[in-house]
């Protein structure tokens, strides 16, 4: 059987493709279609179904676009009130893709509407399962991001909803069945996702906690709820847009790809609600950059980043990016709803500075100047890495404030001079530009972040709980 998945890493999505006999389907697609649309075109085939496996909290999905673009019917399971033209599916209904078919098995927990989809081949047999949050490689999907949305539901309603759901509808089907999940290791969707992206379901039923049998129901939820962190602010906004609908993203890009002009975006920036993002890799940004830019890099984890810190999704954004990068930026921020982009700076951070506009820069120093620098007890180290990071392994006496935390905790911030790293560089940069945007100046980023100082004599140590943050 011919199933492809489209796996995207930055936000560890997959989304799906089967085709066969000139028909073809796509299983949660992504904002940006046109992949999708030329994959089938190479098989000369027709989307006809897009099929959808819940109401999605991580990112913005490509069904309305899809469906506009292709005349595909767009296809949901049990109980789901799409805000537009849908299939809502019954429990066990087929659907037919050429020669192959789709069943649909009501899998509620994740959310409500989970839905897990039995790929069947042309000869009747039974091939895999994509599962979308419902299971995961190593996991299940968290079950609290519903309830940001429907009121009466709570997470321990739905832990309970999950399991009867896989003990019923999952685990008596085939081992030799494969499972085809919508996240990967990354995804805030799950806990203990593994960096494989698909298994059978014989071995996920030896090796995921989520289908061991001799758990009880009671023991499942504990297992479930323990250790979930808040998840980002931007989930129950991309819950509401993939319910109701939203711009198609050819208008998006139309409005964001303006050129702006030094002296346009000038102009523009003085709107105390733009915001400039800067999209550049940390060292370019630490060189120079426009004062009060936020630095979210492209080369790593850019929409999620946008996501955690970017409170407003219908937040006003003009964009400072390497020549060429627009567009890229643009369609990363509309996968998770930010589809305000305004405009970008022609000709880059260049053109700003050649133009003779005020610019800052941000200090960095090796992890061999921080080596030689360190006194232990006397510095002051600011480690933005998240805490299961922070309880890992740190510099002996370093303070953990999370990146996502920052700004909450910036009245914390010590008025001494004090280092800042994170595992890489890439976060205490953008660390960097949140202080420095508070007027904050005291500080000297480590190049490299822990990766680097761990290679020096600078002491580290086991997480041992502080009685107070500073």
């Known amino acids: 059987m011919k199933v492809e998945q489209i796996y995207t890493g930055c936000i560890a999505h997959a989304a799906y493709y089967?085709?066969?006999?000139?028909?073809?389907?796509?299983?949660?697609?992504?904002?940006?279609?046109?992949?999708?649309?030329?994959?089938?075109?190479?098989?000369?085939?027709?989307?006809?179904y897009v099929f959808e496996t819940h109401f999605h909290a991580d990112f913005v999905s490509g069904h309305l676009d899809l469906a506009s673009k292709t005349g595909a019917q767009i296809v949901y399971g049990p109980t789901a009130k799409p805000g537009f033209e849908a299939i809502v599916a019954e429990d066990n209904q087929l659907f037919k893709v050429g020669n192959y078919t789709v069943k649909v098995i009501h899998t509620p927990g994740h959310t409500m509407e989970s839905t897990t989809y039995l790929l069947i081949d042309e000869n009747g047999k039974e091939h895999g399962?994509?599962?979308?949050?419902?299971?995961?490689?190593?996991d299940v999907g968290r079950p609290d991001l519903a309830q940001h949305v429907i009121a009466d539901l709570t997470e321990d309603k739905l832990a309970g909803y999950l399991y009867d759901s896989l003990h019923t509808k999952i685990?008596?089907?085939?081992?030799?069945?494969i499972v085809y999940p919508n996240h990967g290791a990354g995804s805030a969707c799950g806990k203990k996702m593994s960096k494989e992206t698909t298994d059978t379901l014989g071995n996920q039923k030896k090796t995921n906690y989520a289908l061991n049998t001799s758990l009880s129901k009671e023991d499942f939820k504990k297992e479930l709820l323990s250790g979930l962190t808040t998840p980002p602010a931007y989930f129950p906004k991309n819950v509401i847009m993939n319910i109701t609908g939203y711009d198609s993203l050819d208008t998006v890009l139309k409005r964001g790809l303006t050129p702006l002009s030094v002296t346009e975006f000038e102009k523009t920036i003085k709107n105390d609600s733009v915001l400039?993002?800067?999209?550049?890799?940390?060292?370019?940004?630490?060189?120079?950059?426009i004062p009060d830019s936020l630095n979210i890099g492209l080369e790593s984890n850019f929409a999620m980043w946008v996501g955690e810190l970017v409170s407003d999704i219908k937040q006003k954004i003009v964009l400072v990016c390497p020549e060429g990068k627009e567009e890229e930026a643009i369609i990363r921020l509309a996968?998770?709803?930010?589809?305000?982009?305004?405009?970008?700076?022609?000709?880059?951070?260049?053109?700003?500075?050649?133009?003779?506009?005020?610019?800052?820069?941000?200090e960095r120093i090796s992890a061999k100047s921080f080596a030689e620098q360190f006194d232990n007890g006397n510095s002051i180290v600011i480690d933005v890495r998240k805490v299961s990071e922070f309880e890992s392994e740190h510099v002996e006496n370093a303070i953990n404030i999370p990146l996502n935390q920052l700004e909450k905790n910036i009245r914390e911030i010590p008025s001494k001079q004090f280092y800042l790293h994170c595992a890489g560089g890439y976060r205490s940069m953008i660390a960097a530009s949140i202080l420095k945007k508070y007027g904050i100046e005291n500080f000297v980023d480590v190049e490299g972040g822990f990766a680097e100082i761990q290679k020096t004599s600078v002491p580290v140590t086991e997480y041992v709980c502080p009685s107070t943050l500073l």
Do not use: M, Q
């Open 18 to 48: 089967i085709e066969n006999n000139g028909e073809a389907a796509i299983f949660d697609p992504l904002r940006e279609v046109e992949p999708y649309i030329n994959r089938a075109n190479k098989d000369n085939a027709k989307v006809k």
């Open 335 to 362: 996968r998770v709803g930010y589809d305000h982009a305004i405009g970008y700076l022609s000709g880059g951070f260049e053109a700003w500075k050649s133009a003779s506009r005020p610019y800052e820069t941000s």
């Open 129 to 138: 399962i994509i599962s979308g949050d419902t299971l995961f490689i190593g």
């Open 276 to 289: 400039i993002l800067d999209c550049r890799r940390a060292e370019e940004f630490a060189n120079g950059f």
């Open 171 to 177: 685990i008596p089907l085939s081992d030799d069945l």
